[in-house]
């Protein structure tokens, strides 16, 4: 099972997979090749992570735009010029 510190739906989960990848090379625990699989896969894990992390962000702006009262405002205030003034 894997630790759930090393999940790659986070950065920071991402962050302690490669500090874990990083330390188990320099310990020579695992091959060189392997590693860079590894960073393969979780270079597109970030990616992942960011697309959904922008999704959330655009549906969160157009949440807060969608409250927004529509109400027709003229650029004299709430209130529409009067026509034929004297």
Same mark, same amino acid.
């Given at each position: ?15 302690? =997979?490669?500090? !874990?990848?990083?330390? $188990? ?6 091959? &060189?090749? @392997?590693?860079?699989?590894? %960073? ?10 960011? =697309?959904?992390? !922008?999704?959330?962000? $655009? ?6 735009? &969608?409250? @927004?009262?529509?109400?027709? %405002? ?13």
């Amino acid at each position: 099972m894997i630790d759930k510190r090393l999940s790659l739906q986070t950065y920071e989960g991402q962050r302690s =997979a490669i500090q !874990d990848l990083f330390l $188990k090379l320099l310990s020579e625990e695992i091959e &060189s090749d @392997k590693i860079k699989v590894a %960073v393969s896969l979780i270079r597109e894990a970030r990616m992942i992570v960011q =697309a959904e992390s !922008d999704d959330a962000r $655009k549906n969160q702006n157009m949440a807060v735009d &969608s409250t @927004k009262q529509t109400s027709s %405002v003229t650029p004299n205030g709430p209130f529409p010029k009067l026509i034929g003034r004297s």
